[in-house]
């Protein structure tokens, strides 16, 4: 790894700011250390969090997650964005322990995570949320959040027996918990199952709890789908916050205006492989990205030559299975296979 | 009248006979793994039955102390639980259901077989194990003696006796158990698995304790039924009890301490009630002959508990216990 030999000031300013008064203008720190990344794939990060190499999934013959050399850059905001089936969650679910690779692997603070079952990446720190939304129906908002806390005595089968041993550290945990609900407004929620939260509600819930754990990296999948603008602001000052607190954020969205608004840097994946990065300004004038989006060979008419051809094309087809039965039963075993 | 209040009075009998005990410690077992952790168990009963057996074997079998047969019971049923959820616990909720209740019928057509015969009995089954358990009991057990309006012999209300210790024993432990953080990670693994597993729980591990625990107490209940029956025989555990089970679960209310407790004494109370009510109704001539002959009563008990049962669901979908604004969130 290059990076590992340039440390620049963005960890030590990083780690003083943990101490700094609140209330400063926010610093964007992980943004100016990225300032002067050329905008390429696979680019070096002065101080990565977050290390991929050569990962690959894939599902039969379809390769979900193909990336080469990927670094997120540690206490900034990462968007990662791409169309409908580019590989993004599936990404998610790689990096957590969710899904194992065909090959590759990742490390996370130079410790490697390759073949960790999801909970031991979820202890190393690293959490994540769900595209769709799992809020514990049938648990109360609270019971939500306390399920978050990390290391609890109580959680083990003897221990829990005997109350004396988990009842100070329960109490802790629920004056931590309900210091989170007040930040996302929940706290007067707290006693309800969270089964009757709304979708956005649900949203904050699930992003509460992450943060129960302390966790260093955050990972995000749509936090935004399905809810309403006046959440959305709400929800994008919740994840600014946790830049503020030096946590490294990686999410997923669709929506342009928040990648803009909130990212340090973004990563561009299309069809499994990541197509760009660079700073959000950097993405809208990127060619591969217009192409991967919008299609950079369909979106121009048809000529007239083109027409003819494929007219052509079809016309032959129809001849050919017009003749001899054997050799129409031949092409169609051999389509039929190519589709597959 | 009088035959009114003798119906009463046996089937009050049977709600707290060693019966009842059985039915509840399989609910309870039940409850930890499908009303706590979502687990669904469909061969309770095959726990059930390698908890008697462990006891009759050992004891007639083997010749060893009534209190080492218990302990080999309890380890047969912690081995079952162990074999049966390590290729399960990892997979989605269905195969753990294919794989309990093929083992549960498995279980019992090997122990009836032929070849298990020199050591289960076949299907004669094996008695005469439970002399230990019973010469305990602080009155004499050859006597009869009269309880609300039924007699019982000695040996049966010590083992009832026991029998209800042990539900209240196991009821607290269920109860500690389930307001603890452990309870609360198990409720969690119910809901969702995968967001228990990104919040850094080891979701494989707490379902196997569920279902070792939930088992053990399901091989308890089998131990109350063979020393209660003074008798174990492989027939006596068909997994239709499994299911009767489940249905004391949810008339008490799943994910509640004492639903399957009160689901027990119920649904043998009204079984028993049924079945001593319509015959004296037919005895009577209350119900011509040519409508329901003594004979079918035992069939048509079951038809009003299913009736009941499906009454139940309709205007009290959460059982006597539960709450119904948990049960409302499903249909979201």
């Known amino acids: 790894m290059p990076a590992e030999n340039t440390p620049t000031g963005a960890t030590a300013a990083s780690l003083h700011k943990g101490a700094a008064p609140a209330g400063r203008a926010p610093q964007r720190l992980a943004q100016a250390a990225l300032r002067d990344i050329p905008w390429e794939v696979g680019v070096a990060k002065p101080d990565p969090a977050i290390v991929v190499e050569n990962v690959t999934r894939t599902f039969g013959g379809l390769t979900a997650v193909s990336v080469d050399h990927l670094e997120v850059q540690r206490g900034g905001i990462t968007g990662l964005i791409g169309p409908n089936g580019a590989g993004k969650t599936t990404l998610f679910n790689l990096l957590t322990g969710f899904d194992q690779p065909n090959t590759g692997t990742w490390a996370f603070d130079g410790k490697s995570l390759g073949k960790l079952a999801p909970h031991r990446v979820a202890r190393l720190g690293v959490v994540r949320t769900f595209q769709l939304t799992k809020a514990l129906s049938r648990l109360t908002v609270l019971e939500n959040m306390l399920l978050g806390a990390q290391g609890q005595r109580g959680e083990s089968f003897l221990r829990a027996l005997v109350p004396g041993i988990w009842r100070s550290q329960e109490k802790a945990n629920t004056a931590k918990a309900m210091d989170l609900l007040r930040r996302f407004k929940l706290d007067a929620k707290k006693d309800e199952f969270a089964g009757t939260l709304s979708g956005g509600q649900r949203k904050l819930l699930e992003m509460a709890r992450a943060l129960m754990s302390d966790p260093k990296v955050v990972m995000l999948d749509e936090p935004m789908a399905g809810v309403n603008p006046a959440l959305t602001q709400s929800l994008l000052g919740h994840v600014k916050d946790l830049r503020e607190e030096g946590m490294t954020v990686i999410f997923v969205e669709h929506d342009m205006d928040v990648v803009r608004d909130i990212s340090d840097w973004v990563v561009v994946m299309a069809a499994g492989r990541v197509i760009a990065e660079g700073p959000p300004e950097s993405i809208s004038q990127n060619q591969a990205v217009v192409d991967a989006y919008l299609g950079a060979h369909h979106d121009a008419p048809l000529t007239v030559e083109e027409e003819d051809r494929v007219l052509a094309q079809a016309e032959a087809a129809i001849a050919q299975e017009e003749h001899g039965g054997g050799e129409v039963l031949g092409t169609d075993g051999t389509t039929g296979r190519t589709e597959r | ?332």
């Open chain 2, 1 to 332: 009248m009088g035959d009114l209040l003798n119906a009463f009075a046996v089937a009050g009998k049977s709600a707290l006979g060693f019966q009842a005990v059985f039915f509840a410690l399989l609910a309870i077992g039940l409850n930890v793994h499908f009303g706590y952790t979502g687990l669904l168990n469909f061969g309770q009963i095959a726990f059930a039955m390698l908890g008697g057996f462990g006891i009759a074997i050992s004891v007639s079998q083997w010749g060893l102390n009534f209190w080492v047969g218990v302990l080999v019971g309890i380890v047969a049923t912690v081995v079952l639980a162990l074999l049966l959820g390590l290729p399960t616990l990892r997979l989605r909720a269905d195969y753990l259901a294919i794989a309990t209740i093929a083992t549960a019928e498995g279980l019992r057509l090997l122990f009836r077989s032929v070849s298990a015969s020199e050591v289960t009995g076949g299907t004669r089954g094996l008695s005469a194990f439970n002399g230990d358990f019973v010469s305990l009991a602080p009155w004499d057990t050859g006597q009869r003696y009269s309880v609300l309006g039924t007699r019982w012999s000695g040996g049966e209300l010590w083992v009832a006796l026991v029998g209800w210790l042990l539900v209240a024993l196991l009821c607290l432990l269920v109860w500690l158990l389930m307001r603890s953080p452990w309870g609360r990670v198990l409720k969690a693994i119910r809901e969702d698995e995968d967001a228990v597993r990104a919040l850094g729980k080891n979701v494989y591990l707490y379902k196997m304790q569920s279902l070792v625990l939930g088992g053990v107490i399901g091989g308890l209940g089998g131990m109350v039924y063979v020393i209660g029956t003074g008798a174990a025989n492989p027939d006596q555990f068909q997994n239709a009890n499994t299911f009767l089970a489940y249905a004391v679960l949810i008339l008490g209310g799943a994910a509640r301490v004492l639903g399957p407790v009160v689901g027990a004494i119920i649904l043998l109370f009204v079984i028993q009630f049924a079945d001593t009510g319509l015959r004296a109704l037919i005895n009577n001539g209350v119900i011509p002959e040519g409508l329901l002959s003594a004979t079918d009563v035992a069939q048509i008990r079951f038809v009003l508990v299913g009736l009941g049962l499906m009454l139940l669901l309709v205007f009290r979908p959460q059982g006597i216990f539960g709450d119904r604004r948990e049960v409302m969130l499903d249909a979201r």
